[in-house]
C-alpha cells in the first residue's frame, strides 16, 4: 500500500468532522506574558561588560583639587539673601534657574518679600516663542533646550510669572524633571514642519503647546495671591513690584566694540539679541566684585568643561598648567572663545564671597547635576581666576553698572 492509499484508508475510518470536534474540545487560552529571549539578554550582557570595561580604562584629565586651599564651607562665605539651591533634573534648564533665582535674590532686596518662582512657567514659554521664530524663520533658527538669562524677563513681560506653587511643571507622581523625550518630541515636530514646508504658526504653535501641555501640564491664567486672583502679569505687576528695565546684561571680548551695546553670539542667544554691554575684562571683573561686596547677587554664565572643575571637588580654578593667574587677559579670554575651548554651556547665581591667602573665591548656587556631589551640596566655590578667564556674561542691577553706562551714552555721542 503506498503512503497515498493509506492516508485514504485513514480518512475512511473517520466520522466526518472528527478532527474539528477533537480540536474543539481543547480551547487554547490567551495569558499575558513578560517576553523573554535569554541569549539576547546574554549578548546584551556581554557587550554591556565589554562597553563598561573600555569606559573604565577612560580617564579625564583634571587639576589635583589637594594642593587647592580652598574654603573649607559655605559658611565661610558673606553672603546675600537667596532661596535654597534647586536641581533642574535631566534637563537644559539652567539659564532660568539661575536667572530665575537672581531675580528672587532682587525682590528680597528691594521689598523684603521671600518668594519662589516658578522656572518651569518661564520654560514653557520661551519653548513656545522658539518655535514661534522657527515658524518666522524657516528652520533657520536654533531650537535647542538652552537660552540666556535676559531670556527670563523677555518672557516675563509678555506672559507674566507665577509663583512656583501654582507651576511646577511636573506631572502627578513625578519627582524630577525630566525633559529627553518631551525635547526630542519637539524637535522631531520642527523639523518635520521644515521637511514638509508647512509654514502655519497658529498650527505649529497650537501642536508645540499640546505637547507642552502633555509633559508639562498646562500653565494657569490666574494665579490666587493673598486672596487675590489675578493673572501673571498682574502678579509680576502688582506683587513682586520689579521693573524689569532696571537690569543689564555685561559681557567682555574683544571681538566687540568697548563700551557698545552688541549682539553676544552664542547659539543660546537665539533671538539675537544686542542688548549686551561689552566692557573690558577689568571692568568686567570689577561690576562683579563691587556688586557682591555691596550686597547684591549677580548671575553669570559661561564654560563649566574645565579640568579645573569637578563636582566632588566642589570648586573651580583655573590651573598653572593651563594658564598662570597673571597671564589671565582680555588676548586670553578671546583666544579660548574664538577657538571654542570656551563655550557658553552654563547659567549659574553668584550669591557671595570670601578671600582665602589673597585668592577672592565666590560661592555659585548651582542648579546642575555635579552640585549635588560635594559636602557644600548646591554650591560651587569658583576662585576669581576662573570667572576671569571662563565666564562670559553677567547680569546685574544698573545701579551697578551706573559708570559703564555712562560711558556707553558717551560714545553715543560721538557717534
Not at 90 to 99: E, V
Not at 157 to 174: C, D, E, H, N, T
Request: net charge negative; charged share 25%; with cysteine.
Amino acid at each position: 500500500m503506498n503512503r497515498w492509499m493509506l492516508a485514504a484508508a485513514c480518512l475512511a475510518v473517520l466520522p466526518a468532522g472528527a478532527g474539528l470536534a477533537q480540536q474543539d474540545a481543547h480551547r487554547d487560552r490567551a495569558v499575558f506574558q513578560q517576553p523573554k529571549n535569554e541569549f539576547l539578554d546574554e549578548l546584551e550582557h556581554g557587550a554591556d561588560a565589554f562597553i563598561k570595561k573600555e569606559n573604565l580604562a577612560q580617564r579625564q584629565l583634571r587639576v589635583d583639587f589637594g594642593g587647592i586651599k580652598a574654603p573649607a564651607s559655605a559658611g565661610e562665605f558673606t553672603t546675600s539673601w537667596h532661596t535654597p539651591p534647586l536641581s533642574q533634573g535631566l534637563s537644559g534648564m539652567c539659564w532660568c534657574f539661575s536667572t530665575t533665582s537672581f531675580y528672587e535674590s532682587e525682590i528680597h532686596r528691594l521689598t523684603g518679600r521671600d518668594v519662589k518662582l516658578s522656572e518651569l512657567y518661564t520654560v514653557y514659554w520661551e519653548y513656545v516663542e522658539k518655535a514661534r521664530r522657527f515658524v518666522k524663520e524657516r528652520g533657520n533658527s536654533a531650537f535647542g533646550e538652552g537660552s540666556e538669562a535676559n531670556a527670563v524677563p523677555r518672557i516675563w513681560k509678555q506672559y507674566g510669572i507665577v509663583p512656583a506653587s501654582a507651576y511646577s511643571g511636573l506631572l502627578p507622581g513625578q519627582k524630577v524633571h525630566d525633559h529627553r523625550v518631551l525635547f526630542s518630541e519637539l524637535q522631531a515636530y520642527l523639523l518635520s514642519v521644515k521637511a514638509g514646508n508647512a509654514w502655519n504658526e497658529e498650527e505649529v504653535v497650537r501642536t508645540v503647546r499640546s505637547i507642552l501641555n502633555r509633559y508639562l501640564g498646562e500653565p494657569p491664567a490666574a494665579v490666587t495671591v493673598e486672596g487675590r486672583s489675578m493673572n501673571p502679569r498682574e502678579y509680576l505687576g502688582s506683587v513682586l513690584r520689579l521693573n524689569l528695565e532696571d537690569y543689564v546684561e555685561v559681557m567682555s571680548l574683544m571681538e566687540k566694540p568697548y563700551f557698545r551695546m552688541v549682539e553676544y553670539e552664542v547659539p543660546d542667544n537665539w533671538w539675537h539679541s544686542t542688548d549686551y554691554l561689552n566692557v573690558p575684562l577689568d571692568d568686567f571683573m570689577g561690576v562683579l566684585k563691587n556688586s557682591i561686596r555691596k550686597g547684591y547677587t549677580v548671575c553669570i554664565g559661561g564654560d563649566t568643561s574645565e579640568p579645573g572643575l569637578e563636582g566632588h571637588a566642589g570648586i573651580a580654578v583655573i590651573p598653572t598648567f593651563d594658564i598662570p593667574a597673571a597671564f589671565i587677559d582680555e588676548s586670553a579670554r578671546q583666544f579660548r572663545f574664538t577657538n571654542k575651548t570656551t563655550t557658553d554651556d552654563h547659567g549659574i547665581h553668584v550669591v557671595g564671597c570670601t578671600t582665602v591667602e589673597g585668592s577672592d573665591w565666590f560661592l555659585i548656587k548651582d542648579s546642575g547635576s555635579g552640585s549635588r556631589n560635594n559636602a557644600h551640596r548646591g554650591y560651587y566655590f569658583y576662585r576669581e581666576d576662573y570667572i576671569k578667564l571662563k565666564m562670559m556674561g553677567l547680569t546685574v542691577h544698573r545701579d551697578m553698572a551706573s559708570d559703564l553706562l555712562k560711558k556707553v551714552a558717551a560714545e553715543q555721542q560721538k557717534n
